[in-house]
Nanobody
Framework: QVQLVQSGGGLVQPGGSLRLSCIAS????????MGWYRQAPGKQRELVAA???????NYADSVKGRFTISRDNGKNTVNLQMNSLKPEDTAVYYC????????WGQGTQVTVSS
């Protein structure tokens, strides 16, 4: 059984920073990578950033240069450092792990507002 537990998030002013973390437990068969998705009100869920098993990085154009995805403890933990936050970054952020199935964290609210 796979479980992804997220931490971080909260309320931050525009231009501020937040760091999200996600710890995976259990066995992910045919593990391929991990990433972060977000869903803003009235919007579809979108990929924010991902890191593959081989270490390749992928970012949404809207966050490139501001967000950084990283991993440690092998591939058990994935982080998302979010800098220069904008109001349009406001969303629920979900950790994702991909293997034979997609696994999801519980989601955490990020609100960017003055």
């Amino acid at each position: 059984q796979v479980q992804l537990v997220q931490s971080g998030g909260g309320l931050v002013q525009p231009g501020g920073s937040l760091r999200l973390s996600c710890i995976a437990s259990g066995t992910i068969f045919n593990f391929n990578g991990m990433g972060w998705y977000r869903q803003a009100p009235g919007k579809q869920r979108e990929l924010v950033a991902a890191i593959t098993r081989g270490g390749s990085l992928n970012y949404a154009d809207s966050v490139k240069g501001r967000f950084t995805i990283s991993r440690d403890n092998g591939k058990n933990t994935v982080n998302l450092q979010m800098n220069s936050l904008k109001p349009e970054d406001t969303a629920v952020y979900y950790c994702n792990a991909k293997g034979n199935y997609n696994y999801w964290g519980q989601g955490t609210q990020v609100t960017v507002s003055s």
